[in-house]
C-alpha cells in the first residue's frame, strides 16, 4: 500500500482535505474511492483514474454523476503522494492557474521537508 497525504500550508490548513468535506455525501465518497485506488495501485495507476499533467504533476481524475474532479498530486521522495490541489473541472482542459497553484504547493512542501 501507498501513503497518501494531504499537503498542508504553513498555517496547518490542508486546502484538499477541505475540498473533500465541502463536497455533499455522494461525491464525497467517490473522491474517497479514487484515493484509495491511488493507495492500492500507486504509480501504476493510469486513464482513466490517473493522468500524467507534466513536469512530476498528475491528476487525480474523478467522475460522479454529471461532476469532474480533479485533485493534483505528486510523488515525494519518501513514497508518499502529495495531494496538492482539488478542483471541480468545468472545461475540457485544466485551467492553468490551478497548475500552478498545484506548482507552487509542491515547491512549499518540498522547502519545509
Given at each position: 500500500?501507498?501513503?497518501?497525504?494531504?499537503?498542508s500550508d504553513t498555517s496547518g490548513t490542508e486546502p484538499v482535505k477541505n475540498f473533500v468535506v465541502?463536497?455533499?455525501?455522494?461525491?464525497?465518497?467517490?473522491?474517497?474511492?479514487?484515493?484509495?485506488?491511488?493507495?492500492?495501485?500507486?504509480?501504476?495507476?493510469?486513464?482513466?483514474?490517473?493522468?500524467?499533467?507534466?513536469?512530476?504533476?498528475?491528476?487525480?481524475?474523478?467522475?460522479?454523476?454529471?461532476?469532474?474532479?480533479?485533485?493534483?498530486?505528486?510523488?515525494?521522495?519518501?513514497?508518499?503522494?502529495?495531494?496538492?490541489?482539488?478542483?471541480?473541472?468545468?472545461?475540457?482542459?485544466?485551467?492553468?492557474?490551478?497548475?500552478?497553484?498545484?506548482?507552487?504547493?509542491?515547491?512549499?512542501?518540498?522547502?519545509?521537508?
Amino acid at each position: 500500500m501507498w501513503r497518501v497525504e494531504f499537503y498542508s500550508d504553513t498555517s496547518g490548513t490542508e486546502p484538499v482535505k477541505n475540498f473533500v468535506v465541502a463536497q455533499d455525501y455522494k461525491h464525497r465518497v467517490k473522491i474517497l474511492r479514487a484515493f484509495q485506488l491511488l493507495q492500492e495501485f500507486g504509480p501504476l495507476l493510469r486513464e482513466p483514474h490517473a493522468k500524467h499533467v507534466g513536469g512530476g504533476l498528475w491528476e487525480l481524475r474523478i467522475r460522479s454523476g454529471r461532476n469532474a474532479y480533479r485533485i493534483l498530486y505528486f510523488l515525494h521522495a519518501d513514497g508518499a503522494f502529495v495531494l496538492l490541489h482539488a478542483l471541480q473541472k468545468k472545461q475540457h482542459r485544466l485551467p492553468p492557474g490551478d497548475i500552478e497553484i498545484a506548482e507552487k504547493r509542491r515547491a512549499d512542501h518540498l522547502s519545509r521537508r
